[in-house]
C-alpha cells in the first residue's frame, strides 16, 4: 500500500485527460497535477529546451512526493523520458504503451500517427511501432495548429480552424487507409470527433493518455503500491500561467462534480 499521490504532467490542458483516466481505473489515487501552462506548447521547441522542460517538470512533481510519475505529453514522452527515468519512482510515458495497443488493434497493418511537430520528428511513435508491429506500415503526421487551438478555448472561429486543420492534417492517414490512429498528444482526444469525422467511424482511434494510465496501473499493481483508502482520490492542479483560465478550460476534460484546486508555480 502507499497512498503518496501520482503525479502528473503536461505542457498545457491536454494530460488532464490523463487524469480523467486515473479518475476512472483508480478511483482512490489522490493526484497531483502540473501543466506548464506558461510555455505550452512543447512542441515547436528546440530538443535542448524540451530537455530542461521535462527535467523541471519532473523536479516539481518530486517536489510533492508522488510515488509515480506519468509524463502525459507526446513531445517530452517522444525526446525526453530516458532522461527522467532512475529517478526513485516509477515513470510512464505515452509513446511505448500507445505502439503496444495499436499494434494490438490493427488488423490490416497500416497504422497513422498523429503528434506534435516535434514528436512526429523524433520518430519516436513511429520507431516502437517498428518493433511491435514489424510487418505494419506506418504513416505520422505533424498536427502544429491541434495544441494553439485547443487551448485557445472553444469559440466559433476556433472550432472552424480546428475543421480546416483536421481537415489538412489527417486528409493523408484518410488516403493511407489506416485502419487505426494514434493520438499522439494527450490533447487530441478532447478533438476525437472531429478526427473520427475526418477518417471515418471504421477507423480505432488509440487515446495515448488511456493507454499510459492503464500501463502505469499494471506497475502500480505489480509492486503493491496501489492506495487503499474508502474515499475519492483528491485532485491537486498546478500551473506555471492563469490558473483562472485553466480552471475555467479544465471541465472540458474533467466533466462531472470535480472541484478544482489551481495554484500556480514557477518552474
Not at 515513470?91 to 495497443?101: F, I, M, S, T
Request: net charge neutral.
Amino acid at each position: 500500500m502507499d497512498d503518496r499521490p501520482i503525479g502528473v504532467f503536461d505542457s498545457g490542458l491536454g494530460g488532464l485527460t490523463a487524469v480523467r483516466r486515473v479518475r476512472r481505473v483508480l478511483p482512490a489515487e489522490d493526484v497531483v497535477y502540473l501543466g506548464d501552462t506558461g510555455r505550452v506548447p512543447y512542441g515547436d521547441r528546440s530538443a535542448a529546451t524540451i530537455l530542461r522542460y521535462a527535467s523541471e517538470d519532473m523536479d516539481f512533481l518530486l517536489g510533492q512526493n508522488v510515488k509515480a510519475v506519468v509524463v502525459a505529453c507526446g513531445t517530452v514522452s517522444s525526446i525526453a523520458l530516458h532522461t527522467l527515468l532512475d529517478r526513485g519512482v516509477p515513470v510512464v510515458g505515452v509513446v511505448l504503451p500507445a505502439a503496444e495497443r495499436a499494434a494490438a488493434l490493427t488488423k490490416n497493418g497500416r497504422i497513422g500517427v498523429t503528434g506534435t511537430a516535434a514528436a512526429i520528428r523524433a520518430g519516436a511513435y513511429a520507431a516502437a511501432l517498428k518493433k511491435r508491429s514489424p510487418g505494419s506500415e506506418t504513416l505520422a503526421v505533424a498536427c502544429p495548429m491541434f495544441v494553439p487551438l485547443i487551448e485557445g478555448g472553444s469559440t466559433a472561429s476556433g472550432e472552424a480552424l480546428l475543421e480546416a486543420a483536421a481537415e489538412e492534417y489527417l486528409a493523408p492517414i484518410r488516403d493511407f487507409g489506416a485502419d487505426t490512429l494514434i493520438l499522439g498528444c494527450t490533447h487530441y482526444p478532447l478533438i476525437a470527433e472531429i478526427i473520427r469525422r475526418r477518417v471515418g467511424s471504421g477507423v480505432q482511434l488509440v487515446d495515448v493518455a488511456a493507454a499510459a494510465v492503464d500501463e502505469m496501473k499494471k506497475l502500480l499493481t505489480e509492486k503493491g503500491a496501489l492506495a487503499e483508502r474508502d474515499r475519492p482520490g483528491s485532485l491537486q492542479c498546478w500551473v506555471t500561467h492563469s490558473p483562472g483560465r485553466f480552471a475555467a478550460l479544465a471541465g472540458r476534460f474533467l466533466p462531472g462534480p470535480d472541484t478544482l484546486r489551481v495554484r500556480q508555480t514557477a518552474l
